[in-house]
């Protein structure tokens, strides 16, 4: 039987994918559980993006590139979750029947922008 050898790029990618697997939300839509973990992971996507913005702005000048791309990419990762959370947020309110608009979880959180002009990215 032939071993299959995995590149570094398959396995950066299998590593980025469980990094991100745990905002997959399993409750059913609409459910109070559904509610408590949508909840959870919408929190945490918000604090990882006020960290890695104030560790942007406070080591502004003492990081590398390399690592200025990496809190970047994040940046785009997570923002790519909240469009998710936000689809399912919109879905669960929807069984209900109730229209509701869109809500920019990751831009959205008002006076949070601020300042963001001089960040690297």
Excluded: C
Aim: charged letters at 30%; hydrophobic letters at 40%.
């Amino acid at each position: 039987m032939e071993k299959k050898s995995f590149s570094q790029f398959d396995m950066l990618l299998a590593q980025e994918l469980t990094n991100l697997e745990r905002f997959i939300i399993k409750n059913p839509l609409g459910t109070n559980e559904f509610w408590s973990e949508w909840q959870a992971k919408t929190g945490e996507i918000i604090v990882t993006k006020a960290a890695i913005k104030k560790a942007l702005r406070n080591h502004k000048g003492s990081l590398d590139e390399s690592e200025i791309l990496k809190l970047s990419s994040m940046l785009e990762a997570y923002k790519e979750v909240s469009a998710y959370l936000e689809l399912l947020r919109q879905t669960a309110l929807k069984i209900r029947g109730i229209e509701v608009s869109n809500w920019d979880i990751f831009d959205g959180i008002e006076g949070e922008n601020e300042g963001e002009d001089d960040l690297p990215f």
